[in-house]
Structure formats: C-alpha cells, structure tokens
C-alpha cells in the first residue's frame, strides 16, 4: 500500500447501513436497466432525501478541509453560468464536419485539454433524468502532477475540486459560445446529475480503467471530465483503443495500491455488461473519509507524465505481435 495512506479505519459509521450501493448499481446483474444514483445528486429529479447513501455524502462534504470545501463551494457557484439566452437566428449548420471542427478549435482556445462529440445518451443516464439535447461534447481537463501524487491528502484533494471548477468554467464558456450561435447549449461541471462516464467513452477521449476512472492515451488519469449538451449539428468522433485496456488486464497497481481493496482486479458483470468496476460498499467509507481519495488515479502508470505515449505503443506493438504469431 502506499506508505503515506491512512489505514482503513473511518471517524464516520451508520447506525443502520444504507441498501448496498453495489445493488443499486446492478453489480451481478445481467439484465440492463439505467442506473440510480447512490451517493452524490443535487437534487435534479430525485430529492437528497431519496439517496440512500446521502448522510455519508454530507458527511465527506462537511468535513473537508476549508480549502478543498471552498473550491467545492466556487464549482457550485459557477453552475450559474450552465445556461443562458440563445442568440434569435440560428446560424445554418450544412457541414457537419466543418463545425465539429470550429467547435474543437474553440475549444482549445478556451484552454480545454481534451475534447470529443457523441451523441447524448439518455440510456447511460439516471433513470429519473432527462435532458433536452442530442450531442454531447466531452471535455477533459488535465489535474496538476504535483499536487495529485500527494493524494490521498490536502493538496490532491483541493487539485481534484479545481480541476472540476476549471473544467466547468471551461464548459460553461464553450456552451455560451455555441448559444451565440444560435443553438441551444448547457454546461456540466461536478457531473452529479449527469452520468459522464459512458459519453466521454464514446466521443473518444479515454477509456475506462481498472479503478473505474478514465484513461487518455497523453495523461493517463490525470483529468476530470465536464461537457456541454447541445442540439448544434456536429460530425461525431469514435471511441479509441491505445492499448490500455491490454495493460489493465495485467496491471495490479491501483489494486495492489487500495487501502480498503475495493478495486477488483476482474471485470463485473453490472446492469448486463462486463466491465471494471469498483466496490462502492469498499471505497465509499474511504473516499469520504478521505477527500476523495483519488490514490487509484495517482499511481496508475498511465498518469506519469510522458509515459502514457510509449504504453501505449508497446501495448499496440504487443497485441499485434501476438496476432501474428
């Protein structure tokens, strides 16, 4: 285990332990059906009352240090800039590529790291919400090294909740950008309504990892995902195979790595497919009691700075080799 990790012992305890988060997330199920959420929700559809793992989640808000619960506090602040006034005449959209293109170089000019379009998918998303659009721009915004190999203390932690205010601010912009072109758009930061994960796979801008979390071929898991929703016409991009997967399925890092082992090191069958997933029941306690945690993330060999490229091409090159032979 990491020398600087706390053991897995917690200050916060249920007298009566809420219904198993790895339940409510279809953990063995073979049937698919869409997800509810567990732990963290605004409130959009479904009441806090309603979460069953909720006083655990104001349990990990509260007792964070001021400085990590101050930059939670400026991401909540900036969900006022999500949406706004559309400009009257839309402008005509007769190159589906060409925008996609325009989109992506405003993008980068805002400063966001990474970016892809898919289709919004309202079946990857809570059952108790729906939202009005058909195009999803995902967008990655890369973490500092420095702060994020400190985890699971302060300052990755307080990195973590600036990467998802930087990451909204950055979306927010976007999506006021696509507005003043006359189309519809939306804002997401702090995904808590909006399950990014599946959409982010989609539009190619990493894939899923053994710790749950994302991988992108140049900064392994040293991002945080917020996107725009929007109804702008734009050609789609595809998901990406870097090799990462071939090296999750050896990899025992994040798993070896995890003080209270919640990490499987086989994929799940959960809600009818076969993936990695985490046990929540395991992590959650720990995550809470510890910032958000985010040790998983930070050892994975993908996240070292300019590592993730040469993986990656050994991975190609070993998959390719064993085709052949």
């Keep these: 285990m990491k020398p600087n990790a706390p053991p897995a012992k917690y200050a916060f305890a249920y007298k009566d332990v809420p219904y198993s988060g790895n339940k409510i997330n279809g953990l063995g199920s073979t049937e698919k059906f869409r997800p509810v959420p567990p732990f963290h929700n605004t409130g959009r559809g479904v009441g806090r009352e309603e979460i069953p793992w909720a006083a655990l989640d104001t349990f990990f808000n509260m007792s964070n240090p001021w400085t990590v619960f101050w930059e939670n506090i400026k991401g909540l ?8 006034p559309v400009t009257r005449d839309p402008i005509e959209v007769t190159d589906p590529k060409a925008m996609a293109d325009q989109i992506k170089t405003k993008a ?37 090294r420095d702060a994020m190999v400190q985890a699971p203390h302060t300052p990755a932690a307080k990195e973590v909740m600036r990467g998802y205010l930087v990451g909204s601010k950055r979306a927010n912009k976007l999506a006021a950008y696509i507005r003043s ?6 804002g997401y930061g702090i995904g808590e309504d909006l399950v990014q994960h599946p959409m982010a796979i989609a539009s190619g801008i990493g894939t899923l990892g053994k710790h749950g979390s994302l991988i992108s071929r140049e900064y392994g898991s040293n991002f945080r995902i917020s996107s725009v929703l929007t109804d702008l016409p734009m050609a789609l991009d595809k998901p990406v195979d870097f090799g990462a997967e071939d090296f999750c399925i050896s990899c025992k890092k994040c798993v070896i790595e995890c003080p209270p082992s919640a990490i499987f090191d086989t994929k799940q069958m959960v809600r009818g497919v076969e993936k990695w997933y985490v046990d929540f029941d395991k992590c959650i306690y720990y995550f809470s009691d510890h910032m958000g945690c985010s040790i998983c993330i930070e050892v994975c060999p993908w996240s070292e700075p300019g590592t993730g490229p040469s993986l990656s091409e050994k991975m190609l090159k070993r998959r390719e080799a064993a085709v052949n032979s």
Aim: no cysteine; net charge negative.
């Design 181 to 186: 072109l006359g189309w519809q758009a939306e």
């Design 108 to 144: 980068k000019e805002l400063g966001i790291d990474l970016v892809g379009i898919t289709l919004y998918d309202d079946d990857s998303q809570y059952r108790e919400h729906a939202f009005p659009y058909k195009y999803a721009i995902m967008i990655g915004t890369v973490m500092n």
């Design 77 to 84: 602040w900036e969900r006022r800039n999500a949406a706004g």
